[in-house]
């Protein structure tokens, strides 16, 4: 594995998602923190392996992977020297679950709004110096004047200033919405 995510002055953060749409929307809000790079896993046994030997500043896991639960991976990534003390966030669509007696520090629930990620990600891996600008829909690269629509499959997708998403998502289709 190229040493990519140990790169002087830059702060890593380990993403482990199974979901493709919700990946690309970690990398599109992450571009707003030039001075972190984003290192994704899909499932705990890549994550074990791309982990090894990183110094993440940050963990965060989905609590349902198709290998094993956000938990399970939290404590067999504690293992990893360079793992023992990141701090580590629960990312879930499950608004019940509760990070009481797991080793996260927090949990974020799905959908994920832009502005509170990424304040949260300045707080837990000290942002100064990392931040490009701060997010607004009129900055934000197409993000915040992007509309998302399901072209095979259930329900619509929207953008409105938080992260809307299926599971289920199959194929996306993106267009500007007219500003």
């Keep these: 594995m190229p040493d990519f995510a140990n790169i002087s002055g ?8 199974d979901q493709e749409v919700n990946i690309l929307l970690m ?5 707003h923190r030039p001075g972190l790079r984003l ?33 399970e991976l939290l404590l067999r990534l504690r293992q990893h020297p360079g793992c023992r003390d990141a701090p580590a966030v629960a990312v879930t669509a499950e608004h019940d679950f509760s990070i009481r007696n797991t080793g996260f520090v927090e949990l974020w629930t799905k959908p994920l709004h832009f502005d509170r990620v990424l304040s949260q990600l300045d ?18 690269n ?11 499959g259930g329900d619509a997708l929207t953008h409105c200033g938080h992260v809307t998403c299926r ?6 289709a993106a267009s500007r919405i007219p500003g």
């Design 39 to 71: 290192v994704v896993a899909s499932s705990g046994t890549q994550a074990w392996e791309l982990t090894e030997g990183l110094e993440p500043a940050l963990l965060m896991l989905d609590i349902r992977l198709p290998d094993c639960t956000g938990i």
């Design 27 to 31: 990398q599109a809000m992450l571009r």
């Design 10 to 17: 830059f702060k890593t953060v380990v993403y482990v998602e």
């Design 123 to 140: 707080a837990l891996v000290g942002g100064q110096g990392l931040i490009a600008e701060p997010f607004s829909p009129s900055n934000a």
């Design 167 to 172: 599971t289920e998502v199959a194929v996306l």
């Design 142 to 152: 197409g993000i915040g004047q992007t509309q998302l629509k399901l072209i095979a």
